[in-house]
């Protein structure tokens, strides 16, 4: 990755306009700012949350909050608790995302 173009800049958070994203349960609300080609997220998922789908895209994934697991495609799984993160490339290996009792994430991807 080669971060360009992108003169220095503060984000409040709070101030970014949510969206929610319906999973198989639950939801996931994001708040998305865009520099180029790179995407950042705060993502807050409600408790019970399962992803819809199984997700290729590459992450760099930041639990700031709450627990997350998430399920490889090949059945290996990974809980993630506040302070923890994981990175896949894009296409690496198909992952999935659930949370008992709710997440926040910082996701750059």
């Known amino acids: 990755m080669q971060i360009k173009d992108i003169p220095f800049g503060i984000t409040d958070w709070s101030q970014v306009e949510a ?14 700012r865009q520099f180029g ?28 909050e709450g627990e997350l697991e998430t ?15 994981y990175q896949v490339a894009d296409h690496a290996e198909q992952h999935r995302s659930q949370t008992a009792g709710g997440a926040k994430l910082f996701i750059v991807d």
């Open 71 to 85: 399920t490889l495609e090949d059945g290996r799984s990974f809980t993630l608790r506040a302070g923890m993160s």
């Open 19 to 32: 969206t929610e994203h319906r999973g198989e349960q639950g939801a996931a609300t994001w708040r998305t």
């Open 37 to 64: 080609d790179i995407r950042v997220r705060m993502v807050d998922y409600s408790p019970g949350y399962l992803a819809d789908h199984w997700c290729a895209k590459g992450h760099i994934l930041l639990c700031l």
